[in-house]
Protein backbone atom coordinates (compact mmCIF):
# COMPACT_ATOMS: atom_id res chain seq x y z
CA UNK A 1 0.00 0.00 0.00
CA UNK A 2 1.75 3.38 -1.49
CA UNK A 3 -0.55 5.80 0.10
CA UNK A 4 -0.57 6.99 3.65
CA UNK A 5 -3.35 7.89 5.14
CA UNK A 6 -3.84 11.55 6.37
CA UNK A 7 -4.87 10.45 9.71
CA UNK A 8 -1.07 9.01 10.29
CA UNK A 9 0.90 11.35 8.35
CA UNK A 10 -0.77 14.07 10.65
CA UNK A 11 0.32 11.85 13.92
CA UNK A 12 3.72 11.63 12.31
CA UNK A 13 4.44 15.38 11.88
CA UNK A 14 2.97 16.24 15.00
CA UNK A 15 5.41 13.73 16.66
CA UNK A 16 8.56 14.86 14.70
CA UNK A 17 7.43 18.82 15.84
CA UNK A 18 7.22 17.86 19.39
CA UNK A 19 10.62 15.83 19.28
CA UNK A 20 13.68 17.66 19.91
CA UNK A 21 16.60 17.83 17.29
CA UNK A 22 19.06 14.92 17.11
CA UNK A 23 22.83 15.71 18.15
CA UNK A 24 23.84 14.80 14.50
CA UNK A 25 20.94 16.68 12.85
CA UNK A 26 23.06 18.95 9.79
CA UNK A 27 21.84 22.20 11.02
CA UNK A 28 23.18 21.51 14.84
CA UNK A 29 26.37 20.57 13.48
CA UNK A 30 26.80 23.95 11.40
CA UNK A 31 25.57 25.89 14.15
CA UNK A 32 28.79 23.91 16.38
CA UNK A 33 30.78 24.67 13.61
CA UNK A 34 30.37 28.49 13.47
CA UNK A 35 30.15 28.90 17.44
CA UNK A 36 33.91 27.45 17.01
CA UNK A 37 35.10 29.66 14.52
CA UNK A 38 33.53 33.04 16.29
CA UNK A 39 35.66 31.00 19.88
CA UNK A 40 39.02 31.13 17.33
CA UNK A 41 38.95 34.46 16.47
CA UNK A 42 38.35 35.71 19.80
CA UNK A 43 40.99 33.47 21.13
CA UNK A 44 43.30 34.26 18.46
CA UNK A 45 43.07 38.13 18.72
CA UNK A 46 43.47 38.27 22.14
CA UNK A 47 46.53 35.97 22.11
CA UNK A 48 47.85 38.68 19.26
CA UNK A 49 47.31 41.68 21.72
CA UNK A 50 49.56 39.84 24.40
CA UNK A 51 51.81 39.00 21.90
CA UNK A 52 52.47 42.64 21.02
CA UNK A 53 52.94 44.15 24.78
CA UNK A 54 55.69 41.15 25.33
CA UNK A 55 57.35 42.52 22.39
CA UNK A 56 56.75 45.91 22.49
CA UNK A 57 55.60 46.14 18.68
CA UNK A 58 57.20 43.43 16.40
CA UNK A 59 54.31 41.40 15.68
CA UNK A 60 52.93 43.21 12.56
CA UNK A 61 56.37 42.82 10.94
CA UNK A 62 55.91 39.06 11.51
CA UNK A 63 52.24 38.68 10.46
CA UNK A 64 52.38 40.80 7.60
CA UNK A 65 55.29 39.49 5.84
CA UNK A 66 54.71 40.59 2.52
CA UNK A 67 55.83 44.00 3.45
CA UNK A 68 59.08 45.55 2.20
CA UNK A 69 61.47 45.11 5.76
CA UNK A 70 61.92 48.79 7.40
CA UNK A 71 65.38 50.18 7.32
CA UNK A 72 67.23 50.30 10.46
CA UNK A 73 69.25 52.33 11.50
CA UNK A 74 72.63 52.02 13.01
CA UNK A 75 72.80 51.76 16.60
CA UNK A 76 73.35 54.70 18.88
CA UNK A 77 76.52 54.86 20.86
CA UNK A 78 75.66 54.53 24.08
CA UNK A 79 77.38 56.27 27.21
CA UNK A 80 80.23 53.34 28.00
CA UNK A 81 79.97 51.07 31.12
CA UNK A 82 81.39 51.91 34.18
CA UNK A 83 84.53 49.74 34.78
CA UNK A 84 83.93 46.86 37.14
CA UNK A 85 86.58 46.15 39.80
CA UNK A 86 88.41 42.73 38.55
CA UNK A 87 87.64 39.76 40.34
CA UNK A 88 89.14 39.03 43.62
CA UNK A 89 92.29 36.69 43.01
CA UNK A 90 92.06 33.02 45.34
CA UNK A 91 94.68 33.04 47.85
CA UNK A 92 97.15 30.67 47.51
CA UNK A 93 96.43 28.99 50.37
CA UNK A 94 93.25 28.68 52.62
CA UNK A 95 93.32 30.50 56.19
CA UNK A 96 91.98 28.18 59.10
CA UNK A 97 91.59 29.88 62.28
CA UNK A 98 93.65 27.77 64.66
CA UNK A 99 95.41 28.16 68.36
CA UNK A 100 94.70 27.69 72.06
CA UNK A 101 92.42 29.90 73.60
CA UNK A 102 90.95 29.68 77.07
CA UNK A 103 88.29 30.63 79.48
CA UNK A 104 88.07 31.64 83.14
CA UNK A 105 85.22 32.28 85.79
CA UNK A 106 86.80 35.68 87.35
CA UNK A 107 83.88 35.34 89.79
CA UNK A 108 82.43 32.09 91.51
CA UNK A 109 78.62 34.01 90.95
CA UNK A 110 79.23 35.66 87.22
CA UNK A 111 80.03 34.42 84.40
CA UNK A 112 82.28 32.63 82.41
CA UNK A 113 84.35 34.60 79.88
CA UNK A 114 87.12 34.04 77.41
CA UNK A 115 88.46 33.60 73.91
CA UNK A 116 88.34 30.30 71.69
CA UNK A 117 88.77 29.33 67.85
CA UNK A 118 86.50 26.93 66.22
CA UNK A 119 87.38 23.04 65.52
CA UNK A 120 87.16 23.76 61.90
CA UNK A 121 86.77 27.41 61.01
CA UNK A 122 87.99 28.88 57.97
CA UNK A 123 88.08 32.94 57.24
CA UNK A 124 87.38 33.34 53.21
CA UNK A 125 89.16 36.43 51.23
CA UNK A 126 85.76 38.52 51.56
CA UNK A 127 85.83 38.46 55.43
CA UNK A 128 83.25 35.15 55.90
CA UNK A 129 83.98 32.65 58.31
CA UNK A 130 83.05 29.22 56.81
CA UNK A 131 82.05 27.02 60.36
CA UNK A 132 83.09 22.84 58.23
CA UNK A 133 81.38 20.24 59.53
CA UNK A 134 83.64 17.74 61.27
CA UNK A 135 82.99 14.36 62.88
CA UNK A 136 83.72 14.55 66.81
CA UNK A 137 87.48 14.24 68.36
CA UNK A 138 88.43 16.59 64.94
CA UNK A 139 91.80 18.24 65.44
CA UNK A 140 94.89 19.50 63.93
CA UNK A 141 93.08 20.95 60.69
CA UNK A 142 94.76 21.18 57.37
CA UNK A 143 93.36 22.93 54.82
CA UNK A 144 94.09 21.70 50.81
CA UNK A 145 93.52 24.07 47.69
CA UNK A 146 90.81 21.46 46.08
CA UNK A 147 88.47 21.87 48.69
CA UNK A 148 89.15 18.95 51.53
CA UNK A 149 90.16 18.93 55.10
CA UNK A 150 92.57 16.55 56.47
CA UNK A 151 92.59 15.96 60.10
CA UNK A 152 93.27 13.52 63.56
CA UNK A 153 90.51 12.21 65.17
CA UNK A 154 90.52 10.79 68.48
CA UNK A 155 88.04 8.60 70.27
CA UNK A 156 87.81 7.34 73.50
CA UNK A 157 86.90 3.62 73.01
CA UNK A 158 86.50 3.06 76.61
CA UNK A 159 84.30 5.94 77.90
CA UNK A 160 83.49 6.38 82.10
CA UNK A 161 86.82 4.19 82.42
CA UNK A 162 89.60 6.36 84.61
CA UNK A 163 93.07 5.57 83.10
CA UNK A 164 95.65 7.39 83.09
CA UNK A 165 96.38 9.66 80.46
CA UNK A 166 99.60 9.66 77.66
CA UNK A 167 100.50 8.00 75.04
CA UNK A 168 100.60 4.28 75.74
CA UNK A 169 97.07 4.86 77.12
CA UNK A 170 94.75 1.94 76.39
CA UNK A 171 91.23 2.21 74.73
CA UNK A 172 92.15 5.77 72.15
CA UNK A 173 91.56 5.08 68.61
CA UNK A 174 93.76 7.89 66.55
CA UNK A 175 92.44 8.14 62.56
CA UNK A 176 93.76 9.78 59.93
CA UNK A 177 90.63 11.68 58.14
CA UNK A 178 89.70 13.73 54.81
CA UNK A 179 86.66 15.10 54.42
CA UNK A 180 85.47 16.13 50.55
CA UNK A 181 84.52 19.81 49.54
CA UNK A 182 80.62 18.61 50.31
CA UNK A 183 82.00 17.55 54.18
CA UNK A 184 82.04 13.79 53.70
CA UNK A 185 84.19 11.23 54.43
CA UNK A 186 86.52 10.40 51.81
CA UNK A 187 89.07 8.53 53.99
CA UNK A 188 88.91 7.21 57.72
CA UNK A 189 91.80 5.46 58.78
CA UNK A 190 93.78 3.93 61.84
CA UNK A 191 97.21 5.87 62.11
CA UNK A 192 97.81 4.87 66.06
CA UNK A 193 100.52 3.15 67.41
CA UNK A 194 100.29 2.68 71.16
CA UNK A 195 103.29 4.48 72.85
CA UNK A 196 104.26 6.63 69.89
CA UNK A 197 103.13 10.31 70.62
CA UNK A 198 101.65 11.43 66.97
CA UNK A 199 100.86 14.64 65.04
CA UNK A 200 100.04 15.88 61.82
CA UNK A 201 103.02 18.42 60.18
CA UNK A 202 101.18 19.31 57.05
CA UNK A 203 99.46 18.02 54.08
CA UNK A 204 99.16 17.83 50.18
CA UNK A 205 96.97 16.25 47.72
CA UNK A 206 98.78 13.26 47.57
CA UNK A 207 100.77 12.87 51.42
CA UNK A 208 99.95 13.39 54.91
CA UNK A 209 102.58 14.33 56.89
CA UNK A 210 102.75 12.85 60.17
CA UNK A 211 105.36 13.56 63.42
CA UNK A 212 105.81 10.13 65.14
CA UNK A 213 107.67 10.52 68.27
CA UNK A 214 111.07 7.88 68.08
CA UNK A 215 110.67 7.93 64.77
CA UNK A 216 110.41 11.24 62.81
CA UNK A 217 108.90 12.79 59.89
CA UNK A 218 106.96 10.16 58.16
CA UNK A 219 104.70 10.38 54.72
CA UNK A 220 101.33 8.45 54.78
CA UNK A 221 100.22 8.10 51.05
CA UNK A 222 96.54 9.10 51.22
CA UNK A 223 95.21 6.74 48.48
CA UNK A 224 96.86 3.39 50.67
CA UNK A 225 98.30 4.55 53.50
CA UNK A 226 101.69 3.58 52.93
CA UNK A 227 104.17 5.26 55.11
CA UNK A 228 107.95 6.10 54.85
CA UNK A 229 110.41 8.08 56.71
CA UNK A 230 111.86 10.71 55.07
CA UNK A 231 113.70 12.91 58.11
CA UNK A 232 114.56 10.57 60.87
CA UNK A 233 114.69 12.21 64.28
CA UNK A 234 114.83 9.27 67.22
CA UNK A 235 114.40 11.27 70.05
CA UNK A 236 112.52 13.94 71.53
CA UNK A 237 114.23 17.46 71.09
CA UNK A 238 114.11 19.37 74.33
CA UNK A 239 110.46 16.47 75.49
CA UNK A 240 108.76 17.89 72.71
CA UNK A 241 107.47 15.87 69.79
CA UNK A 242 110.03 16.67 66.50
CA UNK A 243 108.11 19.05 63.70
CA UNK A 244 105.63 20.59 66.04
CA UNK A 245 104.37 23.96 65.11
CA UNK A 246 105.55 22.55 61.41
CA UNK A 247 104.24 23.38 57.52
CA UNK A 248 105.39 21.45 54.78
CA UNK A 249 105.23 22.86 51.22
CA UNK A 250 107.02 23.05 47.85
CA UNK A 251 109.38 20.25 48.78
CA UNK A 252 109.93 22.07 52.66
CA UNK A 253 109.41 21.68 55.77
CA UNK A 254 109.91 24.36 58.99
CA UNK A 255 109.54 23.63 62.31
CA UNK A 256 109.93 25.44 65.44
CA UNK A 257 112.86 23.51 67.54
CA UNK A 258 114.21 24.32 70.73
CA UNK A 259 111.86 24.94 73.98
CA UNK A 260 109.64 28.17 74.67
CA UNK A 261 111.90 31.22 75.24
CA UNK A 262 109.62 34.66 74.98
CA UNK A 263 113.55 36.36 74.07
CA UNK A 264 113.81 34.03 71.29
CA UNK A 265 112.69 31.68 68.53
CA UNK A 266 114.50 29.18 66.96
CA UNK A 267 113.33 27.22 63.41
CA UNK A 268 114.87 25.13 61.01
CA UNK A 269 113.60 24.50 57.00
CA UNK A 270 114.76 21.43 56.07
CA UNK A 271 114.22 19.49 52.43
CA UNK A 272 112.01 16.74 52.83
CA UNK A 273 114.27 14.80 50.28
CA UNK A 274 116.78 13.90 52.30
CA UNK A 275 116.12 16.27 55.20
CA UNK A 276 119.38 18.40 54.91
CA UNK A 277 118.90 21.40 56.84
CA UNK A 278 118.59 24.65 54.26
CA UNK A 279 119.14 27.30 57.53
CA UNK A 280 118.42 27.75 60.95
CA UNK A 281 116.24 30.49 61.41
CA UNK A 282 115.63 33.09 64.67
CA UNK A 283 113.24 35.59 65.19
CA UNK A 284 113.35 37.57 68.68
CA UNK A 285 110.46 36.78 71.06
CA UNK A 286 108.44 33.74 71.57
CA UNK A 287 106.95 31.63 68.17
CA UNK A 288 103.24 31.60 68.15
CA UNK A 289 101.11 28.92 66.45
CA UNK A 290 100.57 29.20 62.71
CA UNK A 291 103.84 29.51 61.40
CA UNK A 292 103.51 28.91 57.00
CA UNK A 293 105.79 28.69 54.39
CA UNK A 294 105.12 30.87 51.48
CA UNK A 295 103.47 28.75 48.27
CA UNK A 296 106.88 28.87 46.48
CA UNK A 297 108.73 27.72 49.70
CA UNK A 298 111.09 30.54 49.46
CA UNK A 299 109.58 32.47 52.57
CA UNK A 300 108.68 31.58 55.69
CA UNK A 301 105.55 33.96 57.70
CA UNK A 302 106.67 33.55 61.73
CA UNK A 303 104.25 35.47 64.10
CA UNK A 304 105.77 36.23 67.32
CA UNK A 305 105.59 37.68 70.74
CA UNK A 306 107.82 39.31 72.87
CA UNK A 307 106.99 40.70 76.40
CA UNK A 308 106.59 44.62 76.66
CA UNK A 309 106.15 45.00 80.17
CA UNK A 310 103.09 43.66 81.49
CA UNK A 311 101.57 43.53 77.89
CA UNK A 312 102.47 41.18 75.12
CA UNK A 313 103.29 42.99 71.65
CA UNK A 314 102.77 40.60 68.67
CA UNK A 315 104.81 40.93 65.72
CA UNK A 316 104.89 38.94 62.15
CA UNK A 317 108.59 38.70 60.51
CA UNK A 318 108.62 37.03 57.00
CA UNK A 319 112.30 35.72 56.44
CA UNK A 320 113.80 34.08 53.36
CA UNK A 321 114.08 30.48 53.44
CA UNK A 322 117.67 29.72 52.08
CA UNK A 323 119.53 32.90 53.72
CA UNK A 324 117.47 33.43 56.88
CA UNK A 325 117.60 37.33 55.46
CA UNK A 326 114.80 39.51 57.16
CA UNK A 327 112.09 40.76 54.89
CA UNK A 328 109.59 42.43 56.96
CA UNK A 329 108.70 42.54 60.64
CA UNK A 330 105.39 44.49 61.12
CA UNK A 331 103.18 44.86 64.51
CA UNK A 332 100.08 43.45 64.64
CA UNK A 333 98.72 44.34 68.43
CA UNK A 334 98.67 44.49 71.94
CA UNK A 335 97.64 42.24 74.03
CA UNK A 336 96.83 42.51 77.77
CA UNK A 337 96.13 39.79 80.60
CA UNK A 338 92.81 39.80 81.37
CA UNK A 339 92.15 37.55 84.83
CA UNK A 340 95.43 36.06 84.29
CA UNK A 341 94.63 34.77 80.75
CA UNK A 342 95.95 36.45 77.52
CA UNK A 343 93.09 38.62 75.79
CA UNK A 344 94.71 38.54 72.54
CA UNK A 345 96.96 37.41 70.24
CA UNK A 346 97.37 36.03 66.30
CA UNK A 347 95.12 32.56 65.11
CA UNK A 348 95.90 31.81 61.78
CA UNK A 349 98.58 33.14 58.57
CA UNK A 350 97.94 32.39 55.17
CA UNK A 351 99.90 33.73 51.93
CA UNK A 352 97.76 34.93 49.22
CA UNK A 353 100.22 34.75 46.73
CA UNK A 354 104.12 34.31 46.46
CA UNK A 355 104.97 37.69 48.13
CA UNK A 356 101.68 38.57 50.62
CA UNK A 357 99.92 36.95 53.48
CA UNK A 358 97.10 37.18 55.83
CA UNK A 359 97.14 37.34 59.26
CA UNK A 360 93.96 36.97 61.73
CA UNK A 361 94.51 38.80 64.96
CA UNK A 362 91.72 38.87 67.89
CA UNK A 363 91.84 40.33 71.09
CA UNK A 364 88.96 40.12 74.08
CA UNK A 365 86.52 43.47 74.76
CA UNK A 366 87.12 45.81 77.79
CA UNK A 367 85.81 44.60 79.53
CA UNK A 368 84.39 40.89 78.43
CA UNK A 369 80.96 39.71 78.99
CA UNK A 370 81.20 36.49 77.58
CA UNK A 371 83.21 33.53 75.95
CA UNK A 372 83.87 35.17 72.47
CA UNK A 373 84.63 32.83 69.33
CA UNK A 374 87.76 34.27 67.50
CA UNK A 375 85.28 34.04 64.25
CA UNK A 376 83.60 36.75 65.66
CA UNK A 377 86.40 39.57 66.75
CA UNK A 378 88.86 38.41 63.54
CA UNK A 379 90.41 41.33 62.23
CA UNK A 380 92.57 40.52 59.18
CA UNK A 381 96.04 42.51 59.38
CA UNK A 382 97.65 42.10 55.41
CA UNK A 383 101.46 41.51 55.12
CA UNK A 384 103.61 42.55 51.90
CA UNK A 385 106.89 41.98 50.83
CA UNK A 386 108.88 44.79 48.49
Known amino acids: MDAVPEDLAELVHRAARATG ?51 VAAPSTSPAAPDLPPPTPVPAQRLMLKGDGGTVRPHRTGAEIGLLPGVADELRSDGSVVRHRVPAGWQETVALSDG ?57 ARYAYLARDGVGLVSHELTTGREKTLIRVPTKVDGELPFRAADVTAGRVVSVTGPADMTRCQ ?3 RRLAG ?41 LAILETATGQLQADQPLGTASPTYGMTGGGTW ?23 VYS ?13
Not at 155 to 173: C, H, I, N
Not at 292 to 297: A, E, F, K, N, V
Request: aromatic share 2%; proline share 7%.
Open 21 to 71: PHPADLAAIRRRARARRRRRGVTGAAGLVALIALTGGAVPLLVHEHRPAAT
Open 148 to 204: RLVGLTFTDLMPGVRRTDGPDVAGLSIKLTVLNAEGRVEISREIRVRGQALGLAGAD
Open 267 to 269: LDV
Open 374 to 386: VAELARVVTVGVQ
Open 348 to 370: GVAWVDDTTVRVVWAQLPDPPRK
Open 275 to 315: GSRLSRLTVAGECAPSVRLSPDGSLVAVPYRRPNGRDLDYR
